[in-house]
């Protein structure tokens, strides 16, 4: 009974060693992760820093970005407005014109043919009539919608 007394605390001895070894490897493998964090904080912290201060930086020229962005719509929308005002106002005067000289053509044709003055004033009317209104339906199909 006594050796078997003496073969457990052998046992006993050498595993309070072998767990005293493992706690001394582990105590060293913690030292060295906390000076590899420790050392990693002073590296990342200097470098966060600068990514918030681009980020600001940033930040600061898309509010600068967005104000050009926002006065080249403005100017647009003037622009666009400015030619739809011209647009109008010279639509009208361009389709009576057109009409005109179609109508012109077309009563002189009309007259040179049947040399009747009377048929030949009302095939200009129609004439002018019909080129104002293509020239009307030509500009609405054209024309953008909202």
């Given at each position: 009974m006594d050796i078997l007394w003496i073969a457990l605390s052998i046992f006993f001895v050498v595993l309070a060693l072998g767990l005293?070894?493992?706690?001394f490897r582990l105590a060293g493998a913690v030292g060295r992760l906390s000076g590899f964090i420790r050392g990693l904080e002073q590296e990342l912290l200097p470098v966060i820093q600068k990514v918030g201060g681009t980020v600001d930086r940033t930040n600061q020229q898309l509010d600068k970005v967005d104000l050009v962005t926002d006065s080249a719509v403005d100017a647009a929308?003037?622009?666009?407005?400015?030619?739809?005002?011209?647009?109008?106002?010279?639509?009208?005067?361009v389709q009576r014109i057109s009409g005109l000289a179609?109508?012109?053509?077309?009563?002189?044709?009309?007259?040179w043919a049947r040399?009747?003055?009377?048929?030949?004033?009302?095939?200009?009317?129609?004439?002018?009539?019909?080129?104002?209104?293509?020239?009307?339906?030509?500009?609405?199909?054209?024309?953008?919608?909202?």
């Open positions: 005293g070894y493992l706690c929308e003037s622009v666009d407005t400015v030619i739809r005002a011209v647009t109008m106002a010279v639509t009208r005067p179609a109508g012109i053509t077309h009563g002189f044709a009309s007259l040399r009747d003055p009377s048929a030949a004033y009302e095939e200009a009317k129609r004439a002018a009539e019909r080129r104002e209104r293509e020239i009307a339906e030509e500009l609405a199909r054209d024309e953008p919608g909202p």
